[in-house]
């Protein structure tokens, strides 16, 4: 199955640690959005930051996606959990 977790608190870690406990057994990635941006992760999962919010805040590690490529990621993943 694969998992989208999208999450917006960079403070709370309880769905970084569930993302990475779900990951052991299917294919899970993480949207950031606003200023989750700022989280740094060193997890062996997807990660992807909402564009928009990583260049307002002049981030720039992660793979940024922009509108068009949320809403595929929306569709692409059988599972969507927003934090």
């Known amino acids: 199955m694969k998992i989208l977790h999208i999450i917006r ?9 569930i993302a990475k406990s779900q990951s052991e057994e299917h294919e899970v990635a993480v949207l950031l959005l606003h ?12 990660l992807y930051a909402c564009n928009a919010d990583a260049q307002a805040r002049g981030v720039t590690r992660y793979e940024c996606a922009d509108y068009k490529r ?7 993943f059988d599972k969507v959990v927003s934090w």
């Open 35 to 46: 200023d989750a941006v700022y989280i740094d992760l060193d997890y062996k999962i997807k």
């Open 70 to 76: 949320i809403v595929q990621l929306l569709f692409e």
């Open 9 to 17: 608190n960079p403070n709370d870690r309880t769905p970084f640690e």
